[in-house]
């Protein structure tokens, strides 16, 4: 449902078939459309609980658990929360303790399952990948386990992501302050039965979770091979949960002040970097940092609009931009327009948020804006791969702390191009360097072409169903 003022006629007969209900959600997000347009599709339809494992059991709502949180991931599980289950990268999620999982056995989920936040935004759906079996997830998300003896989980998720399946969900929703939404609001939400489009549907999804999980996978042994050419360990302690004391020189103080710029694990990280023999500023390597600045944001339709994105959703799993800032009124596009493998950093949050965080631009970014919160890192043209100074600064907990430590501000800290610029950037073999480079280019194409996929898999649903379930 649009979040623009709408007025729309509803014939009391509608409010009869939703028990009376008074809420303009219902009539307003096109469910009750929907639900007609499936009443009057010949193809057998089944109610979604027939099509899950247990009937309505197979519709999980975890209940309220303990936040009990630990650091070794030897003692947790990777914790998800309903924005987690939306992010493309889920190497630096939190752990919940062992204990709060055995004490909810629900807490836990697999992959082929679909999975819809319940509370607050509703009606946002991931479809769960193999490297999300067996983590722990809030119990803001509803699981939704299909039977797969019955139905193909993969036409699940694209049937209830479609413009059929979202309206109808979301129109189960109660709550004033804080919506909320329960197995029994969805149990008997209808599902179109469509033979071989459901097979089809199966395949792309399927093949669209298969190439995130490549993906992931190439991007963690980018990092791995930078971290082994330099002898870097895979993670440094958490400096900014934890209570340390160091001492620093003079004339480091003198340029800075900050605790965190001088702390034990800061100092471990140029130490680290101090045995490298070749390291380059990387202010001499041709890298061209964008900011965007704070452009007056006037939002209009997409036809008319460059797509517009914030710090936060640059993270998510699918490029999806909601906001589309006017074409007339942007400066000339090379202030503002990503291109296919920039470097995209946040620049401001908390400390171990986003802040310092990056994504790499795929082709689905191209064109598109980024918000005055976020730092465009060009180095298509430089005398530096741009794959590989991805990987290092983004894939190595030693760029990561480089980064991080120049972040100035108590409220809300932020990162500056000037302190970028000024980082000791390691380098290796040129062989090396250009296999890197070829992982990070080769993650962001399986990325791409993943949501390619899903979104085939919607069409091709929607179109069926449209078509008569033909």
Known sequence: MSRKFQCKAVPS???????????????????????????????RKDHLQDLTKGGISGIINAGRIT???????????????????????????????????????????KDKWTLITRSGTIGRMAYARSDMDGMACTEDVLRVIPNKEKVKPGYVYSYLSTKFGVPLITSGTYGSIITHL????????????????????????QGSADLRVEAAELLKTAGKIANEQFGFPENLALSHRVFS???????????????????????????????????????????????TGRLKQVFVDEEYGAPFLTSGEIFRLRYEPTRFLSYRLLPDESEWATQEGDLLLARSGQVGGII?????????????????????????????????LYAYLFLTDVG????????????????????????QIPRCDNKIEEQINELVWNAGHKRAEAQEKEDEARTLVERTIEEGGR
Not at 182 to 205: F, M, S, W
Not at 275 to 286: A, F, I, M, N, R
Not at 374 to 380: E, I, K
Request: aromatic share 6%; hydrophobic share 40%; glycine share 6%.
């Open 13 to 43: 007969t509608w409010i009869e078939k939703y028990a009376r209900r008074l809420d303009c959600g219902p009539y307003m997000s096109g469910a009750i459309e929907a639900r007609e347009l499936l009443r009057q599709l010949s193809a």
């Open 356 to 388: 310092g965080r990056g994504v790499w631009a795929d082709r689905r970014f191209a064109g598109g804006c980024v918000s005055v919160d976020v730092l465009r890192l060009g180095a298509q043209n430089s005398a530096i791969l741009p794959g590989y």
């Open 245 to 291: 004391c160091a001492v620093a020189s003079s004339t480091q103080v003198l340029q800075r002040l900050e605790a965190t710029f001088h702390d034990a694990v800061a100092q471990e990280s140029d130490r680290l970097l101090a045995g490298v023999p070749h390291k380059d500023e990387l202010s001499t390597l041709g890298i061209s940092i964008s900011e």
């Open 400 to 423: 990561y702390r480089q980064l991080i430590r120049t972040a100035a501000g108590s409220s809300i800290p932020h990162l500056s191009a000037p302190d970028i610029l000024r980082l």
């Open 182 to 205: 329960e197995p029994q609001h969805i149990a008997d939400l209808p599902v179109p039965r469509l033979g071989a489009v459901e097979d089809q549907a199966h395949e792309l999804v």
């Open 67 to 109: 936040r009990l949180w630990v650091e070794d991931a030897e003692h947790g599980f990777p914790f998800l929360s309903s924005t987690d289950i939306l992010q493309a990268d889920l190497s630096n999620i939190s752990h919940i303790a062992k204990s709060v999982a055995r004490q909810n056995n629900q807490l836990l989920i």
